[in-house]
């Protein structure tokens, strides 16, 4: 049971840690062919303004 359990938090970590990655920087029609992390930033900073 120990081995499953590592091997479950082990592959959660490797998808995390690549697919987020990716996809944190990729470029997305949906937000205008920005990043998720510079809409973020965008965002904020457009909030901040108002």
């Known amino acids: 049971?120990?081995?499953l359990s590592d091997t479950l938090r082990s592959t959660a970590g490797?998808?995390?840690l690549?697919?987020?990655f990716y996809n944190n920087y990729r470029l997305h029609s949906t937000l205008d062919y920005m990043s998720p992390?510079?809409?973020e930033k965008?965002?904020?900073e457009t909030r901040k303004a108002a």
């Open 14 to 16: 490797y998808i995390e």
């Open 37 to 39: 992390a510079n809409y």
């Open 42 to 44: 965008q965002l904020a």
């Open 18 to 20: 690549h697919c987020c």
């Open 1 to 3: 049971m120990a081995a």
